[in-house]
């Protein structure tokens, strides 16, 4: 079904078609996000700032709120659990713009505060991934539209020297949802960075060799 993700009638709508649909919600995924193309502060003009916190904010931090909040009652039901997609941006500068990584930051907060709200019912983790080959829509205030996510030359700055295909991460979130294998998980974010963030300041990886 096609939604709104940052209105609260979007995420009604949609936890209410998986519930027609199956009878009930075992997980939900808190994954929409939008970027602000690394812009640096000083390159937003004042007078735009503001519309773009609130367009950023509005999917990448309140969608996944508003979305839990929706399913809430249904998790409940079945002691289900919440997966939020957050970034490398969400422990370390430099993975996006001032917003960006403001908002990556705070989906960190929201896991670990929620998970301690609503557990023992309901496990609320999140993902950190680093770099997968997607296109991701930018801050439409800012005049931005959607650009490919990996950059020329990104592979070789990688400790792992190669860039994971979206497939790469499905297996995390698999595991988060599984009811044994990670029965003893909440409040934890697994990171998936490729190595960014051990990434060395000489070279990307002691065994890498450089051209």
């Known amino acids: 079904m096609v939604a709104d993700v940052a209105t609260w009638e979007g995420n009604v709508a949609a936890v209410d078609a998986a519930v027609s649909e199956w009878g009930r919600l075992d997980v939900f995924v808190g994954n929409a996000g939008i970027t602000d193309g690394a812009r640096p502060i000083e390159e937003i003009p004042g007078d735009q700032l503001t519309g773009a916190f609130t367009e950023l904010f509005g999917v990448n931090v309140l969608a996944p709120l508003l979305g839990v909040r929706a399913a ?22 430099a993975g996006g713009g001032v917003l960006y990584t403001a908002s990556k930051h705070a989906v960190h907060g929201v896991v670990r505060q929620l998970a301690y709200e609503l557990a023992p019912d309901i496990r609320v983790n999140g993902v950190a991934p680093g770099v997968a080959p997607t296109r991701l829509r930018g801050t439409t205030s800012l005049g931005q539209t959607a650009a ?64």
């Open 148 to 211: 490919d996510s990996v950059l020329d030359g990104t592979r070789e700055k990688l400790p792992l020297q190669e860039v994971p295909s979206v497939d790469a991460y499905s297996g995390i979130f698999t595991l988060l949802a599984s009811r044994s294998e990670a029965a003893a998980m909440t409040g934890t974010l697994v990171t998936a960075d490729s190595g960014l963030s051990v990434r060395g300041i000489a070279r990307p990886g002691g065994r890498v060799r450089e051209a």
């Open 72 to 93: 809430l009652e249904a998790l409940v039901a079945t002691r289900g659990s919440v997966i939020i997609t957050g970034s490398y941006a969400s422990t370390n500068a």
